[in-house]
């Protein structure tokens, strides 16, 4: 419609107080400028509608020409002055109204966006362009209900967008919006138009890859993504999305060199390093986890994932009071984000603050009520406060969430044997071993617990079982009883 617009605009001159030969020298200089904008030829188009209005100072249609074409150049500062003067010279030009919001949009005024696609919809109630452009403002200011009603509206309006490769955008846009509603399938579908109304839209591949990502649908992430990439090889968001895929499919030297190139292309991107750092993690490589999460909360202070990565990584680091204060922020950031607490909690257990354990594990659990391993860090900060009971109701809630939670099982055992329950510690114990060989004090525990009903054979086997697995103290128990 952009070219349907300024054709038009060219076109229908009309009368101008000029004398007969300016009159025509103006419309040469503008058909001149409508030729070289079909072209491509925007610079040139500049100059000629330039020339235009030196003639013609006061012609409405050849500022908003000269502003749509600037649009073109990303001189949105001169659209934005060219639709300006158009609209004094004519306060009824809708064109003028919505091709200056479409560049505030670019300039980050989103309020300005809304007011002149308002003005622009008001005076042509049918501009879909004007709808849609107010669409992305709304979209980017979070009111995804009202980005996609005007959406729906601008497609309605203009069944030509429902054909035209040119117009994918509002498809595109549109499933962005569902996203922010977490209707994902919905956002899947209107990517996948965008994608077969224009097959080259890296962007709709991409988005629709991280679409499929809130789905699960890991593979379908990696496929897009690539597409997108291969389409777009600077697209860094692509890369991004497509290493936090390939986090979750475990391949994590592939996630650490999708997000090394999403930082190339972007350096400034906080999420790619936050999420490398994540990846080198489970590589157990923390300094590296630590200097990317500094980078991210660099970049981004309020970055509150980023803050809770690096307060992992400085746990298993044995920096337990850095630890605690980078959860501190991100709970600060993010007062409902389960996982943090729980974290908190966990490391709060390697400084001893069993209390505080309990505390933390119990507001993870009231923001997840079905958050297994808090029931289980809340179980095990139990039992060091003699809480057997306690111990068991919040492993076995634990085991009820995940079936193949090794170490609830194992914890639970503990609280039993607390209880001189040795045969029901024996059977949790070889469920954690059954589920973990190289759970150590698994079979260490096992191994008392079998000491207690006199099974001395089996207590020797399963405390050598767990001296080889390098459980401290192990070796030492068996010395005792031999």
């Known amino acids: 419609m952009k070219k349907i617009t300024i054709l038009v605009l060219f076109l229908g001159l009309g009368a101008t ?21 079909l072209l491509q030829d925007y610079t040139g188009a500049v100059r000629d509608l330039s020339k235009a209005i030196e003639i013609d100072p006061k012609h409405a249609g050849a500022y908003a020409c000269r502003g749509n074409t600037k649009f073109l150049l990303k001189n949105y500062t001169g659209v934005i002055q060219d ?14 109204y919505a091709c200056r919001g479409n560049a505030k949009f670019l300039l980050q005024d989103y309020a300005g966006v809304i ?10 109630p049918k501009h879909a362009d004007a709808y849609a452009w107010r669409g992305n403002a709304k979209s980017v200011l979070h009111d995804y209900t009202g980005a996609i009603q005007d959406y729906s509206k601008a497609i309605a309006l203009d069944k030509a967008i429902a054909l035209d490769p040119e117009y994918a955008w509002a498809y595109a846009w549109r499933g962005i919006a569902k996203s922010g509603l977490l209707d994902y399938t919905g956002a899947i579908q209107d990517y996948s138009k965008a ?8 962007g709709a591949y991409a988005w629709r890859g991280n679409a499929k990502f ?45 997000y090394n190139k999403a930082i190339e292309l972007d350096p400034n991107h906080a999420l790619a390093y936050a999420c490398r750092g994540n990846a080198k993690f489970l590589l157990q490589d923390y300094t590296g986890v630590i200097q990317d999460c500094n980078k991210a909360i660099e970049l981004d202070p309020k970055y509150a994932r980023a803050y809770t990565w690096r307060g992992i990584a400085r746990s298993e680091s044995q920096d337990y009071a850095g630890a605690i204060q980078d959860y501190c922020k991100a709970i600060e950031l993010d007062p409902k984000h389960a996982l943090i607490y729980a974290w908190r909690g966990n490391t709060k257990f390697l400084l001893q603050d069993y209390t505080g354990v309990i505390q933390d594990c119990s507001k993870a659990i009231e923001l997840d009520p079905k958050y297994a391993d808090a029931y289980a860090w809340r179980g095990n900060a139990k039992f060091l406060l003699h809480n057997y009971t306690g111990v068991i109701q919040d492993c076995s809630k634990a085991i009820e969430l995940d079936p ?44 008392l617990a079998k000491e207690m009903i006199k099974d001395k054979w ?25």
């Open 195 to 202: 994608i077969e109304l224009d097959p080259k839209h890296a």
């Open 214 to 258: 809130l789905l699960q649908d890991y593979t379908g992430v990696v496929q897009d993504c690539s597409k997108a990439i291969e389409l777009d090889p600077k697209h860094a968001g692509a890369y991004a999305w497509r290493g936090n895929a390939k986090f979750l499919l475990q391949d994590y030297t592939g996630a650490i060199h999708d």
């Open 17 to 37: 107080a000029l004398f007969a030969d300016n009159i025509k020298k103006a419309e040469s200089y503008l058909k001149q400028g409508s030729y070289k904008y």
């Open 115 to 124: 007011q002149d696609c308002n003005k622009a919809i008001k005076l042509d």
């Open 404 to 447: 193949k939670h090794a170490d609830a099982y194992a914890w639970r055992g503990n609280a039993k044997s607390g209880l001189h329950d040795y045969t029901g510690a024996i059977q949790d114990y070889s469920e954690a071993v059954a589920l973990n060989p190289e759970h150590a004090w698994a079979y260490a525990g096992r191994g």
């Open 83 to 96: 639709c300006s003067k158009a609209i004094a010279l004519d306060p009824k030009y809708a064109d003028a």
């Open 458 to 482: 089996g207590a020797l086997a399963d405390l050598s079982k767990a001296g080889e697995l390098v459980f401290s103290g192990a070796y030492e128990a068996i010395q005792k009883r031999d």
